[in-house]
């Protein structure tokens, strides 16, 4: 199955059952518990992490908070 | 109110562009724009916005210049050590220009007072360096219907946003709750490479001066992100998320509150 992540087409093994929160695992994302996932141009709520499944062919990114400016 | 001749030369560059031209620089002469934070991202945006003749900038700030800002805070001096960053930037921002006039808020922006200052201006810069302010310069732009521009910025990236109320993503939308309190490590505990916010207040400011022309198309709904290392910059489209507490469809915050648990020591210590 291949998806884009940030930008970069990502070929990851086949699985039907993949969803966010496995994805995040799988990809071993920086502060899993902080991101913000973008799925095809929306922002995915957090409480839905676990129950949405990963097509092929998603765009997904992967948004992090930065606080600094000082 | 028409150029004299001194400002028709120190604007030339300006005036030849034809998106600027004689109008345009009047335009910004006559536009006030607010920079919260008169740190690392706010020193270039009030560098270059002075240079460019924005007629009115306030500058808000509660903090002392230490040596430790001078690596970044370009608007600074050493002989400058010790002194009320808005009055170090004030004397900076008139020594280049001025034309510009200066008001300063000596003062930590907050939820009593942040609705009453951002009234007074066509345009805020969010140049602040922790997530309380954030979200609270979102909130009160937002329910003000007040355009700004978020800056963020930490070791090698940044990332930069032009948020127009009612029309464009807002912060919120992205990141609908502030991360706990010391969960993202801030630029005195994780460090930023000196430059960094020369690059993303550069852009803040070229937002700025861009919104306040009327020209070209604003980073509203797009995500700026910049990796120095990497030296690679890559824009995301966010659209509006109708859940956002903030601007979505069923708002849940509907007035400018302190996120009181997430000062920081360092916000504390002032």
Redesign the interface.
């Known amino acids: 199955m291949t998806i884009t992540v940030?930008?970069k087409k990502t070929d990851l093994p086949e699985n039907s059952g993949r969803t966010i929160d496995s994805l995040l695992a799988e990809l071993d994302v920086s502060?899993p518990?902080?991101v913000?996932v973008?799925l095809n141009?929306?922002?995915l709520?957090r409480n839905a992490f676990d129950a949405t499944l990963v097509a092929t062919g998603d765009t997904i990114?992967f948004?992090?908070?930065?606080?600094?400016?000082? | 109110m028409a150029l004299t001749d001194s400002q028709i030369e120190r604007y030339s560059r300006h005036i030849i562009l034809k998106e600027v031209g004689g109008k345009g620089q009047q335009k910004l002469l006559a536009s006030r724009v607010l920079i919260i934070?008169a740190?690392?991202?706010?020193a270039p945006v009030a560098l270059y916005l002075a240079a460019a003749g924005i007629g009115t900038i306030g500058i808000a700030d509660a903090d002392n210049v230490d040596l430790s800002?001078l690596q970044r805070?370009v608007i600074h001096f050493t002989p400058d050590i010790g002194k009320p960053k808005v009055d170090s930037a004030r004397e900076k921002i008139q020594a280049i220009n001025p034309d510009v006039q200066v008001r300063c808020y000596h003062e930590w922006i907050n939820a009593a007072n942040i609705m009453g200052i951002i009234g007074e201006y066509d345009f805020v810069v969010?140049?602040?360096?922790?997530?309380a302010a954030?979200f609270l310069i979102n909130d009160a732009c937002i329910l003000a219907g007040k355009p700004y521009s978020h800056?963020?910025?930490?070791q090698f990236?940044?990332?930069t946003i032009t948020v127009l109320p009612g029309e464009s993503t807002c912060y919120r939308?992205?990141?609908p709750t502030p991360?706990p309190k010391d969960?993202?490590p801030?630029?005195?505990q994780a460090g930023?490479i000196g430059v960094l916010?020369g690059v993303i207040g550069s852009i803040q400011a070229t937002e700025a001066i861009k919104f306040l022309l009327g020209k070209g198309e604003l980073l509203a709904g797009r995500?700026l992100m910049y990796d120095a290392l990497k030296m690679k910059f890559?824009d995301?489209?966010?659209?509006r998320?109708p859940?956002c507490p903030l601007c979505g469809e069923h708002p849940t915050i509907t007035e400018a509150r302190d996120e009181l648990d997430l000062l920081t020591v360092c916000d504390l210590e002032q």
Do not use: H, W
């Open positions: 940030n930008g502060q518990l902080y913000t973008e141009g929306e922002i709520e990114e948004l992090y908070f930065m606080g600094g400016g000082c | 934070g740190g690392g991202l706010g800002n805070q969010d140049a602040t360096d922790n997530f954030k800056g963020g910025i930490l990236v940044g990332q939308c992205i990141f991360p969960a993202i801030t630029c005195s930023v916010p995500l890559r995301v489209a966010i659209n998320n859940n």
